[in-house]
């Protein structure tokens, strides 16, 4: 089937004033595997943007000649309502600034309504109760009621992606390596994605819970094997949050490094033609991201890092202090900051001013940590 090019406009904030998703479509529209890509769902997160430029032009010539097995649909910006956050020269996109919230969170849980709706249709036939699962996860978020410009936003977004059988929700951090919150449930048969993207940090994590957008397509799934276990019900799809390095890590030769990665990832798992070769080898091992010490300001001051994205850090060491610049002693001016993990500095916060509570880096780590003493605010 040929390229097809759709607009989902989403509920208007004011008189005059409207904003819409821009979608694209590739592949026999219904058919599977069904494969979702999407870009700057936190609006100011745009290295994604140009990697998903990149493969359109790539999924077209491959659409024409054939060589797409199942659907593919792509939304190379994910947040038009997060694009036109300016502030005085400055694009925070990461927050609604109506009051709406992370833009990447607060996605429903919509598992008990699926399951009160189709509990009795589901039986031993894994195929059929794929396919009524589906459905009614469709009409769930058809009948979601959302208020307002960014839930009418999740919303869409949901809708495009929640019967999917991939997702790839494309962000990044502030400053870091490139590294990807991976399904713990399907490290063993994805795996190569990590190794194809050269990545060196893999976050395991279990997506049976939580409001990300990229949970929202796999809870109702985790939730109905758990009500109703003598049920065939297959595996969840396979979600991932792609995080591109650093916010200044924005240009046609990363993007170009990275599309090829994805491509050469679909085509080794029969969604694309072509001969992929050998994966590459995987740069790290695979850590749970409950080991991950996501330090936290005890102070308000200016930020001095020891370390740098991709170092390795012991735990117990200073990974940064926090500065009062006021302070006439040097030494007591400054505020160590010491890791609880030993591992890669995989990202860090790339203003230098923080406050008391604010997340500023984050080191993986091999073993489950406890929670933070501190409260942690979602920078």
């Excluded at 999407?38 to 054939?66: C, F, K, Q, S, Y």
């Excluded at 994605?193 to 997506?207: G, I, N, S």
């Excluded at 850590?287 to 170092?311: E, K, Q």
Aim: charged share 20%; proline share 7%.
């Amino acid at each position: 089937m040929a390229h097809r090019l759709e607009t989902v406009p989403l509920m208007s904030p004011g008189p005059g004033t409207e904003r819409f998703l821009t979608v694209h479509r590739f592949g026999q529209i219904g058919s599977r595997p069904k494969l979702y890509f999407h870009a700057a769902l936190h609006a100011d997160e745009l290295p994604g943007t140009l990697i998903l430029n990149r493969m359109l032009g790539w999924l077209r010539d491959a659409d024409v000649a054939g060589e797409i097995q199942g659907e593919i649909v792509v939304v190379p910006y994910a947040n038009p309502v997060g694009i036109a956050n300016r502030i005085m020269g400055y694009h925070l996109g990461r927050y609604d600034l109506d009051g709406d919230g992370n833009f990447n969170r607060w996605y429903p849980d919509l598992a008990r309504k699926v399951g009160d709706r189709i509990g009795n249709a589901l039986g031993n036939d894994e195929a059929h109760n794929t396919a009524v699962i589906r459905q009614a996860s469709v009409e769930a978020v058809e009948e979601w009621v959302a208020y307002g410009e960014a839930n009418t936003l999740r919303k869409a977004l949901m809708a495009l992606s929640i019967d999917c059988d991939f997702v790839f929700d494309l962000h990044c951090h502030g400053e870091a390596i490139q590294y990807v919150y991976f399904p713990e449930n399907h490290w063993e048969r994805y795996g190569d994605l990590a190794a194809e993207l050269v990545c060196r940090t893999v976050l395991l994590f279990p997506t049976d819970s939580g409001s990300n957008f990229d949970i929202a397509p796999t809870t109702i799934w985790h939730q109905l094997r758990k009500r109703f276990p003598d049920r065939a019900i297959a595996e969840p799809p396979f979600t991932t949050t792609l995080e591109l390095r650093g916010q200044n890590d924005v240009g046609d030769d990363l993007a170009a490094a990275d599309a090829r990665g994805l491509w050469r990832f679909m085509q080794r798992h029969g969604i694309v033609a072509g001969d992929p070769g050998d994966p590459p080898d995987l740069l790290c091992v695979a850590t749970p991201l409950s080991g991950s010490d996501n330090l936290v300001a005890p102070c308000a001051g200016v930020l001095s890092y020891r370390f740098h994205p991709g170092d390795h850090v012991q735990a117990g060491d200073v990974v940064a202090d926090i500065v009062d610049p006021a302070e006439l002693d040097f030494e007591a001016a400054r505020t160590p900051v010491k890791s609880r993990a030993s591992g890669v500095l995989y990202g860090r916060a790339m203003s230098r001013l923080v406050r008391p509570g604010q997340s500023f880096a984050v080191i993986s780590g091999h073993e489950e940590l406890p929670p933070n003493d501190l409260p942690v605010i979602d920078y």
